[in-house]
C-alpha cells in the first residue's frame, strides 16, 4: 500500500484530542445553504407529504431544523419505507436524490407504502461539505443507543416515535474522491493511525446487510440502475473498497455491528447506495437518477415479491 504525507493537523500517530479537534472545527467553511438548496425544496412537497421537524440542532449559534417527511393518514395496513439521505453531509445526491423521489414517484408509491424519508440527516456537514459532525464524528459509525452524534439520536428518536417496524430502509450515500484526499487521510490522523490509499470504485455500488441479505433484491437495484449510470467493477482483488463482492456491484457489510444508518431499525430489506459523482461519464443530475432509480426498483421488487 502506497502511503502517503500527514495530514495537516495533530502529529502522525498520535491521536488527536480536544486542541486538534477544535483546530480541525476552526477551519471548516460554510460553502452552501442547507435552507436554500434543502429547505425549500421539501417545502414543496407539502401538499402530498406531513413535513414534520423532529429535532433542532445548533452549531456555533447557528440553527439547523432537522426535517421528516411523512405520509399523511398513515395506516397500520401499509408497511413502512425508510428512505436517508445526507448522512454523510457532502454526499449531494444522496439529499437530492431522496427530494427527488417524492417529487417524482412519492405519490404514486403511497398507494402501497408509508414513508419516513429524512432528506439530510447531517445538515451541518452538508453546508460544510463534510462527512463528519462539527465533533469529529461519523455519523455513519454512530448509530447505536445514547450515541454521541445529535444527528444519529435524534432520527432514531423520530423513526422509533413513529413504529417498531420498518419494512425497507434505502440509505442514499456517495463514494467520492475527496474520500482518499480528505476525509480517509483526516480519520487515519484523528485516530493516530498511517494513513493507507484505497482505491475509489468507479462507478455505482450498493453496501448490503449480512444479517438481512436478499441477493435478487439487490440485483433488481443493480440492473435498474445500470441503464443510468455504469456499476464498479471490482479491482484486481475482487474487491470493491477492500470488501469482497458478493455479486456485480454488492458488498456486504455487518451494519449492526459497525453501526450503519440502514442497520438501526433492522428492516427486512436495506440498502445503502453508493453514487460515485466524480467519473467524466457522469454529473448532478444522473447521480440523482441514480439515487431514485435504486430506490424505485428496491420498491418494484417488494412489491412483486
Ligand atoms: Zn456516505
Known amino acids: 500500500m502506497k502511503k502517503t504525507a500527514h ?59 432537522l426535517m421528516m417527511l411523512a405520509t399523511k393518514d398513515p395506516s397500520d395496513n401499509k408497511p413502512t419505507v425508510l428512505i436517508t439521505g445526507g448522512v454523510h453531509g457532502y454526499e449531494t445526491s444522496g439529499v437530492h436524490g431522496a427530494i427527488h ?10 398507494t ?9 440527516v447531517s445538515p451541518w456537514s452538508y453546508e460544510t461539505i463534510n462527512r463528519w459532525n462539527p465533533d469529529t464524528i461519523d455519523p455513519n459509525r454512530s448509530f447505536y443507543p445514547d450515541s454521541p ?71 433488481a437495484m443493480i440492473d435498474a440502475v445500470q441503464k443510468i449510470t455504469h456499476i464498479a467493477p471490482s479491482d484486481a482483488q475482487g474487491n470493491i473498497i477492500d470488501v469482497p463482492i458478493e455479486q456485480p456491484g454488492v458488498i456486504l457489510y455487518d451494519k449492526q455491528k459497525y453501526k450503519l444508518c440502514a442497520g ?3 428492516p427486512t430489506y436495506s440498502t445503502t447506495t453508493e453514487v460515485y459523482p466524480d467519473s467524466p461519464n457522469i454529473n448532478d443530475e444522473i447521480c440523482i437518477k441514480a439515487q431514485v432509480t435504486a430506490v424505485k426498483a428496491g420498491l418494484d421488487f417488494i412489491l412483486a415479491t
Not at 434543502?38 to 447557528?62: G, H, M, P, W
Not at 423521489?101 to 403511497?110: C, M, R
Open 149 to 219: 452524534a445529535a444527528e444519529c439520536s435524534s432520527l432514531m428518536q423520530a423513526v422509533f416515535s413513529k413504529t417498531q417496524s420498518v419494512l425497507a430502509h434505502f440509505d442514499l450515500h456517495e463514494t467520492t474522491d475527496s474520500d482518499e484526499d480528505e476525509f480517509r487521510p483526516a480519520r487515519a490522523a484523528r485516530d493516530g493511525e498511517v494513513f493507507e490509499k484505497q482505491e475509489i470504485p468507479d462507478g455505482f455500488y450498493l453496501v448490503a446487510d449480512t444479517s438481512n441479505y436478499n441477493p435478487a433484491f439487490q440485483k
Open 7 to 65: 495530514y495537516s493537523i495533530g502529529r502522525p500517530l498520535q491521536k488527536w484530542g480536544e486542541t486538534e479537534k477544535q483546530a480541525w472545527l476552526r477551519v471548516q467553511k460554510t460553502k452552501r445553504s442547507y435552507e436554500k438548496d434543502v429547505l425549500v425544496n421539501i417545502e414543496q412537497l407539502r401538499a402530498d407529504f406531513d413535513i414534520q421537524q423532529y429535532e433542532e440542532l445548533t452549531y456555533d449559534s447557528k440553527t439547523y431544523p
Open 264 to 266: 438501526f431499525c433492522q
Open 101 to 110: 423521489f417524492l417529487k417524482t414517484h412519492g405519490k404514486e408509491y403511497q
Open 112 to 120: 402501497y407504502f408509508q414513508f419516513l424519508v429524512a432528506p439530510c
